[in-house]
């Protein structure tokens, strides 16, 4: 009974973790992809993928073997030290992902920006052109 | 890209929970029924860490995938920009 007590508790641990992180992260990351790649399928897929890399690196320390002849403070350790493990992998998926979404800004923003300067020439010219 | 996507997510998951091997870690030895029950520990051991292998492949594939459609989608905007 033990065992699968420490079992729940590390998978709770784990997981909470990980959603914490992507509750944290979710909104501005969709406000900034939507602003910036304009295509909502788009925007679910790197946010899915987000949250499922993160998932599933905790599912990955969530899966501990534990032997039965542990006792009370080996089991503790064991919890603290799979939480551990999974935050290094879990800065490893965010630091991808923040370069991945870094290097979509710096090349679509200019494409943004050249939009904005030209819409305000375009409208300024069909005002021109409606003067005359 | 419809079958890649796919194929490159199952084949290394699959790949991964291949490499997890049996007689490798102590599992060789089971010539009867009853070693398999009095052994049963290192069989969870090595089921759990087929699964965590596997989880933390799919992981870093899905992260690969991101990159690969972020790559498409750069040069999908750039020469959807350069047409008009």
């Given at each position: 009974m033990s065992l699968i007590l420490v079992n729940v508790v590390q998978v709770l641990l784990c997981m909470g973790l990980a959603i914490l992180v992507l509750a944290c992260l979710e909104k501005p990351v969709r406000d900034l992809l939507d602003r910036l790649i304009g295509m909502p399928s788009a925007t679910t897929f790197f946010v899915r993928v987000l949250g499922l890399s993160l998932l599933l690196l905790a599912l990955k320390e969530a899966v501990i073997f534990i032997d039965k002849q542990d006792d009370a403070w080996t089991y503790s350790f064991k919890l603290m030290h799979g939480w551990a493990d999974m935050m290094e992998p879990a800065y490893a998926v965010l630091l991808v992902f923040a370069g991945l979404i870094t290097v979509l800004v710096a090349v679509l923003r200019h494409g943004h920006q050249s939009q904005d300067v030209s819409e305000p020439m375009v409208s300024a010219e069909l005002d021109h052109h409606g003067r005359d | 890209m419809a079958v890649a996507f796919p194929a490159g997510i199952v084949l290394p998951a699959f790949a991964a929970f291949l490499s997890v091997g049996y007689l490798e870690r102590g599992?060789?030895?089971?010539?009867d029924a009853e070693a398999v029950i009095r052994d049963s520990d290192q069989l969870f051991y090595v089921a759990e860490h087929e699964m965590s292998h596997t989880a933390e492949t799919l992981a870093y594939v899905l992260l690969v995938w991101a990159a690969i459609y972020a790559v498409l989608l750069i040069s999908w905007k750039k020469s959807h920009s350069t047409h008009r």
């Open positions: - | 599992c060789g030895g089971f010539n």
